[in-house]
């Protein structure tokens, strides 16, 4: 069984050493409970277990916590890939809610399983997911001040391969704050979290060049192809230079291998397999 998890890049919020220490607290806590879910839980329930507890955590870009965006609303989306099954699924820009991974999974059993804006909420409604404002203090402050960092590169994932060698991938966001209203991110796209039964990638970072790059659906593509997963990873993260795509990724492939890389250092993650926790924030 593996496991591993990212939190964005420490720029998607201000990064003075009680923060990164937090984060790190929060990503070794997280990875912990997730492991031990998936001691009992196959690949799929485990992402998305551990997304929600991410989208929880108001340390991070996604759920509680999420950005504000140009209009002064919080707009999240976030994807769900069965690698058993090949299912997608996932919700794009919606609003007033706190688990957008939930309904994201709620819509993998369904017809139509990628739905956008209002559409989205009423299908959350529907389906019994109640009102919520994921807004914090800091973000209003963040949105209000206009922050000279105004990029965001912040969001929750997970990959987890679990006891009968099934690979799930998960990721969720808030977006990058300040966006025009409709603006669609990678999170919600095969580009930025894609799965199959060789591997399961989970992006964050730039959506617009994670989406140029079609950064997880190529990794996985290489990886089914034959490619190791570190190889494949470093191949495409390569062919983001031309355009200096600003990019994470994390992955575990189905022999194990569980590997992270950044075109721009810091992205924050923690894997956990029977041996080891390993925090990097």
């Known amino acids: 069984m593996k496991l ?25 806590e997280i990875v ?21 507890l991410l989208e929880d955590c108001d340390l991070f870009n996604a759920g509680t916590g999420s950005q504000i965006q140009s209009d002064g609303k919080i707009r999240m989306s976030a994807s769900l890939m ?42 959350a409604r529907e389906n019994g997911f109640k009102y919520y404002n994921p807004e914090i203090p800091q973000r209003r402050w963040e949105y209000e001040k206009k922050l000279s960092d105004s990029i965001r590169l912040g969001t929750v994932g997970c990959v987890a391969l679990d006891m009968n ?60 192809d034959g490619m190791l997963l570190s190889p494949a990873t470093e191949k495409t993260l390569n062919e983001l230079k031309p355009f200096d795509g600003f990019a ?14 950044d075109t721009h250092p810091y992205m924050v993650w923690a894997s956990h397999d029977e041996n080891q926790i390993e925090v990097f924030a």
């Not at 799965?195 to 990794?219: L, M, P, Q, R, Y």
Request: aromatic share 6%.
């Open 248 to 261: 994470g990724v994390i992955g575990i492939s189905a022999h194990g291998d569980i590997y992270h890389a």
């Open 4 to 28: 591993i998890i990212h939190g964005g890049f420490f720029s998607e919020s201000r990064t003075n050493h009680e923060v990164k220490k937090a984060k790190q607290e929060a990503l070794k």
């Open 165 to 224: 060698g099934d690979l799930a991938a998960a990721t969720s966001t808030g977006g990058k704050g300040f966006e025009i209203p409709g603006r669609v991110s990678d999170s919600a796209t095969a580009a930025g979290n894609y799965c199959n039964k060789f591997a399961g990638i989970s992006c964050t970072g730039v959506g617009e060049d994670i989406v140029s790059g079609a950064v997880a659906t190529k990794i996985v593509t290489r990886v089914t």
């Open 82 to 123: 069965d690698g058993k099954s090949l299912r997608f699924s996932g919700v794009i820009n919606i609003e007033d809610v706190k688990n957008p991974i939930c309904i994201a999974r709620k819509l993998l059993d369904q017809e139509d399983k990628v739905l956008s804006g209002g559409g989205a909420q009423n299908y």
């Open 32 to 52: 912990e409970q997730g492991y031990k879910h998936l001691a009992s839980h196959n690949a799929l329930e485990t992402v998305v277990y551990v997304v929600r």
